[in-house]
């Protein structure tokens, strides 16, 4: 089968010279679309790329793909993931993951908590910024509270400090990422208790869980645990993972049905990740659904996953593939 790549490479983005070095994480590096080709290859498969944004519109209707394997993480706006997936549907081309709809909603983090809430799934109590002037009419979370980018991944603009307890830390958090980011913020309520990602495969009522992975601080610390974007950078030396979970059985099957009701809530197909915290009663609160995960072979959460469940990413990545087809009724 011909089966088109849809990236966007990091190498081939161009960011102002002002801008944070954390501005371009969300995009892939050639090690991962390599090693998808690869392991495409293994399967049986025949990669081509397509690349994302223009040239995936010039090269996708004559590359007489099959389908598209799609990681293309798109720029220019809150739906920027959403664009590869449209583009793949006006043209009639099959591919992989969830379509523009779910791929935008999750991208816009207060938007899916909208729509969790109206479900009955908890998450964090939140407001959004847009500007400093917003403080003076926002109804804040309780503290502790985190201020992230609203429509951002890859804890972008996430650092240690991201955590507030009084109103001049949130504040200055705030302010920083409106100057450096120039986006819209959320502020949640911190959820301080254990922070676990849970990785489904399939669509709809075949969706299941597939893992579910603890991660947590290498060294214990005099404050709750931030997945930042500097332990995601340096995380052999500040991050454990755990596969299971140090849970009880009763408290992980609460963690991964809430999970699961999730995705299925904001109607993810194939593959995704939800990342749940506990609080301090062990109640699971979804604090974001990934319905594009990253794919990099040895640093991403669905690589490390797997690599600790003792299964091949090669395995994996086919799967993604077979699932996409199943659904597409063509395995």
Request: with cysteine.
């Amino acid at each position: 089968m011909r089966v088109g790549i849809a990236c966007d490479l990091r190498s081939a983005q161009s960011a102002d010279s002002e801008a944070p070095d954390d501005a371009l994480e969300e995009y892939d590096t050639e090690e991962t679309v390599d090693a998808i080709s690869a392991a495409l290859r293994h399967a049986g498969h025949e990669p081509v790329m397509l690349g994302g944004g223009r040239s995936f519109l010039e090269r996708a209707p004559t590359s007489r793909a099959d389908i598209v394997f799609n990681i293309a993480e798109g720029s220019g706006s809150r739906s920027r993931e959403a664009h590869v997936p449209a583009a793949c549907e006006m043209l009639g081309l099959r591919y992989t993951g969830s379509d523009p709809l779910t791929l935008a909603l999750c991208l816009d983090k207060a938007m899916t908590k909208r729509v969790l809430l109206g479900a009955g799934i908890e998450t964090a109590s939140f407001c959004t910024i847009s500007s400093t002037s917003d403080f003076d009419h926002a109804s804040l979370p309780p503290f502790p509270a985190i201020a992230k980018l609203n429509a951002e991944g890859s804890s972008i603009g996430v650092h240690p400090d991201a955590r507030a307890t009084t109103l001049a830390q949130l504040e200055a958090g705030v302010t920083r990422l409106l100057h450096d980011y120039r986006a819209p913020v959320i502020i949640e309520h911190f959820i301080g208790g254990m922070e676990l990602t849970v990785t489904i495969f399939g669509t709809g009522g075949t969706a299941r869980v597939t893992g579910t992975m603890e991660v947590a601080p290498a060294v214990a610390e005099d404050t709750p645990f931030v997945y930042s974007i500097d332990a995601k950078r340096n995380y052999r030396e500040l991050v454990e993972y755990h596969v299971p979970p140090r849970l009880t059985l009763d408290a992980l099957t609460r963690v991964e049905q809430c999970a699961l009701a999730a995705y299925r809530t904001v109607g993810c197909r194939d593959v995704g990740r939800v990342d749940v915290r506990l609080d301090d009663a062990g109640v699971p609160f979804v604090i974001e659904i990934n319905p594009l995960p990253g794919l990099h072979p040895g640093d991403s959460d669905l690589a490390m996953l797997w690599r600790l469940q003792g299964v091949s990413y090669d395995t994996q990545v086919a799967r993604i593939l077979d699932v996409a087809l199943e659904r597409c009724g063509t395995a």
